[in-house]
């Protein structure tokens, strides 16, 4: 059985956790914070798995690609606790749970070198126009996408990068429809806004063998185990003071 994260409010503890999490905001060795966190492993392969995977383990499998042939995978993202829902992405699909917002997301390539990959925010949106024809409106549906990040995995030690805006928002590029409101161009979004649906990470990948994926819990949050002892927790809480 996958482990089980989620985000709730602490309801004690402010002195503990602030000072848990200053001591989060360090820096390791490898570029990322030092703490708590939550791990994902996208590693490409280059053959398919079988169709019956569920979704135990912080793991999702990808088509591997080639540095001469891009494989693409969309990870469907849901609002809820960390985890994998569905691990085979070489059949072109995966799924991946996540809370709304509370925390950073850093992300390191391994494996082979020069391999590389890139991750983008993508959703749908409802776009109305006016037929110049007619003078009445015309609504149709988009997919927009962040800029993406890309990780190239080359020779040496390995640092993490923080990818944070690149995988949880979207700068609109055109206006969109949101029930009675226009959302102009240039505005950013956020993953899971209810302005845009269908949310999913595209991950083109041309011959990256591991992409490693951290989520640490924002300044004033902590990784911790809703109902269980402070160091074997594994929740996101935060001081009672700080809104999620």
């Not at 000072?19 to 905001?25: D, G, K, L, R």
């Not at 569905?86 to 809370?99: E, M, Q």
Request: hydrophobic share 35%.
């Amino acid at each position: 059985m996958r482990s089980r994260f989620c985000l709730a409010a602490a309801v004690a503890v402010a002195t503990t956790a602030t000072a848990v999490a200053a001591a989060q905001q360090a820096t390791t060795g490898n570029g990322a914070p030092s703490g708590w966190h939550y791990n994902l492993n996208i590693i490409g392969v280059p053959n398919y798995k079988n169709q019956n995977m569920d979704g135990s383990g912080n793991v999702i499998f990808v088509a591997l690609g080639s540095n001469n042939t891009k494989a693409t995978t969309k990870i469907l993202l849901s609002p809820g606790e960390f985890g994998v829902l569905d691990k085979n992405g070489t059949d072109g699909t995966a799924s991946f749970s996540l809370p709304a917002g509370g925390y950073t997301v850093w992300v390191r390539p391994l494996g082979k070198p020069f391999g590389s990959s890139k991750t983008a925010l993508c959703g749908t949106v409802t776009i109305t126009t006016i037929d110049p024809t007619t003078g009445l409106p015309v609504t149709t549906t988009d997919v927009l996408c962040s800029l993406g990040h890309v990780a190239t995995r080359t020779k040496g030690k390995q640092s993490f990068t923080n990818v944070t805006s690149e995988l949880t928002t979207i700068t609109l590029t055109v206006d969109i429809t949101c029930g009675t409101t226009v959302i102009p161009a240039g505005t950013s979004v956020s993953l899971f806004d209810p302005c845009v649906q269908d949310f999913f990470w595209q991950y083109d990948n041309t011959g990256l063998k591991l992409l490693q994926v951290r989520f640490y819990p924002s300044p004033l949050r902590i990784l911790a185990p809703c109902g269980a002892p402070l160091r074997s927790r594994r929740c996101f809480t935060a001081p009672p003071s700080t809104s999620i």
